[in-house]
Antibody, heavy 119, light 108 residues
Framework: QMQLQESGPGLVKPSETLSLTCTVS????????WTWIRQPPGKGLEWIGY???????NYNPSLQSRVSISLDTSTNQFSLTLNSVTPADTAVYYC?????????????WGQGTLVTVSS | EIVLTQSPGTLSLSPGERATLSCRAS???????FAWYQQKPGQAPRLLIY???SRATGIPDRFSGSGSGTDFTLTISRLEPEDFAVYYC?????????FGPGTKVDIK
């Protein structure tokens, strides 16, 4: 049974870089699309971007200048980097996996990790 | 960017009743790449429906999805106590992928 688990700092200072990792267990990362989504406290869901198994990435234009997603097949992990953060980036960050290689609905989610941007 | 509008914002129903949730897109959704998710407090969203009408693995058949183009519907045939939650629609046919603002189904 595949599972996803986010990890990374829970507190980041303004103007610094947010870095999170999603560890995939119980299956290979060498298929599917791998996505990051965030949810500010008490608000709705925002798609950040995805990376495919062939490392083709696609980002939300609202974040594109600050975001990068990478894949590491040797460790079965994928990562999110968000530069120049502000308090508006405070959110629960989720990693997720697509339903299949041709259906990019989010079938499997990590539990989420809260990242607070504050000095 | 495709904007999704969900209605109603809140739906107050009793267990055993039928729930009908709507989602309208600002543009036609490519190839029916449309999904519904359920989220309970403190939990990650759970995929219910993908490809507009296909139930995800393990989802009870009281959940059904329909629609095409710009209008989509999630129906819960008979509400169980565990179904009271927030429901989000989402399109993944055009980048950026977008979510609706959610419909809260609460107990009347």
């Amino acid at each position: 049974q595949m599972q996803l688990q986010e990890s990374g700092p829970g507190l980041v200072k303004p103007s610094e870089t947010l870095s999170l990792t999603c560890t995939v267990s119980g299956g290979s990362i060498s298929s599917y699309y791998w996505t990051w989504i965030r949810q500010p406290p008490g608000k709705g869901l925002e798609w950040i971007g995805y990376i495919s198994n062939i490392e083709n990435a696609n980002y939300n234009p609202s974040l594109q200048s600050r975001v990068s997603i990478s894949l590491d097949t040797s460790t079965n992990q994928f990562s999110l980097t968000l530069n120049s953060v502000t308090p508006a980036d405070t959110a629960v960050y989720y990693c997720a996996r697509s339903t299949s290689w041709y259906q990019n609905a989010f079938a499997l989610w990590g539990q989420g990790t809260l990242v607070t941007v504050s000095s | 960017e495709i904007v999704l509008t969900q209605s109603p914002g809140t739906l107050s129903l009793s267990p055993g009743e039928r729930a009908t949730l709507s989602c309208r897109a600002s543009q036609s959704i490519t190839s029916g790449y449309f999904a519904w998710y359920q989220q309970k407090p403190g939990q990650a969203p759970r995929l219910l429906i993908y490809a507009a009408s296909s139930r995800a693995t393990g989802i009870p058949d009281r959940f059904s999805g329909s629609g095409s183009g710009t209008d989509f519907t999630l129906t819960i045939s008979r509400l169980e106590p565990e179904d009271f939650a927030v429901y989000y629609c989402q399109q993944y046919g055009s980048s950026p992928f977008t979510f609706g603002p959610g419909t809260k189904v609460d107990i009347k």
